[in-house]
């Protein structure tokens, strides 16, 4: 069992909870867009037509325009409006949040459990920080 407190030292102290157990399944692309994304070829994963694979924020913010969403301003709940957020090193995007309605953000770490948790909670050594924070407005039901 790995201890999430050791890799994101941010959760120590913090209401995070985990809502589901480790799986292989899905990425935390997957959680926050509904499928298993990434853009390198060798994995044979999906990837939006028209949008190029390449590891980039530019490509992530791309693919995530294809289902409706647009840059904003900050990690504040919007009424109607569902938010995701990516997290990037110096080098490229290293993960995606999704917000929840009541404001927490939930995350799929790698193959490791799903959490609920504060945005910032994740930033650190493992994710890098939030570069990125996008919206779309959410179906009328």
């Known amino acids: 069992m790995v201890d999430l407190e050791s890799l994101f030292p941010g959760l120590r102290g ?7 157990p480790a799986a ?5 692309i997957a959680w926050a867009a509904g499928r298993w994304w990434w ?14 694979r390449v590891e980039s924020l530019t490509g992530f913010q791309e693919a995530f325009g294809t289902l409706g969403y647009t840059l904003c301003q900050d990690e ?5 409006f569902e938010k995701i957020a990516m997290f990037a090193d110096d080098q490229a995007p290293q993960h995606a949040a999704r917000q929840l309605p009541n ?20 930033e ?6 939030v570069v990125v924070l996008m919206k779309r407005l959410l179906p009328v039901p």
């Open 39 to 52: 853009p390198d070829l060798m994995l044979q994963r999906y990837w939006p037509a028209g949008v190029v």
């Open 24 to 28: 292989g399944a899905y990425n935390c």
């Open 103 to 122: 404001g927490r953000w939930t995350s799929k770490l790698g193959e490791l459990e799903d959490i609920e948790h504060g945005l910032r909670d994740l």
């Open 14 to 20: 913090s209401m995070y909870q985990i809502t589901s």
């Open 76 to 80: 504040n709940l919007e009424p109607g």
């Open 124 to 129: 650190g050594v493992e994710y890098g920080k």
